[in-house]
Each structure stands twice: as C-alpha cells, then as structure tokens.
C-alpha cells in the first residue's frame, strides 16, 4: 500500500476505520442461587452459557478450575464437542483435566523445572472466535446454585480472537500440556 497503489491504500485504510469504528456489546453473566435470579437482574445467568455452546457453528474454548459434570454446561460441551464441524479446547486445572470429552482438546498447566505445577484460574468462554464470556465462576453445579459471582459477556471477534491466541501461545512455551501425555 502507499501513493501508487491509492486504491488499495484506500481500501485498506477504510476498512481499519470500519474496524476501529465498530462497537462491541458488553452485557452481565451472573452465576447466583436460583432464588435471586428474581432480583432486578440486568444481563444473563451463567445457565445461559449452554445455549450458547450448544449454538457453537465452529469453535468453543473454555478455561476454567472445574468443569464439572454435575455443571448445566457439561451436558451442552458433551453435545458440542461430539460435533465434527466444531472444534473443542478446554483449558481445566490438572486436579479435574482427565475428565476428557469426545474429541476435545484437553489440557491442563504442565509442571514447571521446579516440579511444581501452576494453576488454572483463567475462566472464560470463547465462542466461534467471536463471543468471549469471562466470569469468576468456577463451571460446577455447587457454584452455580450458591455462589454470587459476575463475568462479562463481549462481543468482539477481535478481543475473543487475541484471548484464544494467547492460551495458544502459552501452550507453545510449555505452561499448558495435553492431558493424556505424560506428565
């Protein structure tokens, strides 16, 4: 792009404007006891996440602590990751990472040259490279049904995109290992 080639520099130029100039949605995700979901609550419950799993067209990441079979998004990552179309990474604490899933990417943080092994907290969903969810909720029935927690829900391509490429970067420096290998 430059002075010679001023049809393409104008192209490229407004489609960053185009990309600049979008705006990307930000909603609540609560995860709170089914009693309280009466309370004025402004956004979605983190009950929600399964719908928008099972809606999955390409891609689901998720990193969480725990995601637990009990959890009402089990059952949609169980139905999801069996789908040929659509691929599965689930990022999980190496305490809970040997529940596998049918042809999901499974991993857990590898042992550093200490022996020790890092912690997964990071919590989020991304979507089709789109929507990414991050919440402090661990993934389980018992935090779904008595816990308060918040996350957010944004709609950015961009966002959502740059947080799948990072987990992927840490994978290629040896902080996350596929379950399965040898540890």
């Known amino acids: 792009v430059g002075p010679r080639m001023r049809e393409t520099s104008v192209l490229v130029l407004r489609a960053i ?11 609540p995700v609560w995860t709170m006891p089914e009693r309280a979901c009466g309370a004025g609550l402004s956004g979605s419950v983190t009950a929600a996440l399964g719908r928008l799993v099972e809606g999955a067209y390409h891609s689901v990441t998720i990193s969480t602590y725990n995601l ?17 179309e659509v691929s599965v ?3 999980m604490d190496a305490d809970v990472a040997d529940q596998g899933l049918e042809r999901a990417v499974v991993l857990c943080p590898a042992v550093d040259d200490k022996g020790r092994r890092v912690r997964n907290h990071a919590k989020f969903l991304v979507v089709d490279h789109q929507i990414l969810v991050v919440t402090s909720a661990n993934l389980s029935l018992s935090a779904e049904e008595r816990n308060v927690e918040l996350g957010l829900r944004i709609d950015d391509p961009l966002l959502a995109r740059a ?11 040896g902080i996350y290992e596929r379950v399965g290998r040898k540890r």
């Open 89 to 91: 990474r689930l990022y």
């Open 17 to 27: 404007e185009a990309a600049r100039g979008r705006e990307c949605e930000t909603t």
């Open 68 to 84: 637990a079979p009990s959890s009402g998004l089990w059952a949609a990552m169980t139905g999801v990751s069996s789908r040929p």
């Open 163 to 173: 947080v799948e490429d990072q987990m992927r970067a840490l994978e290629d420096v």
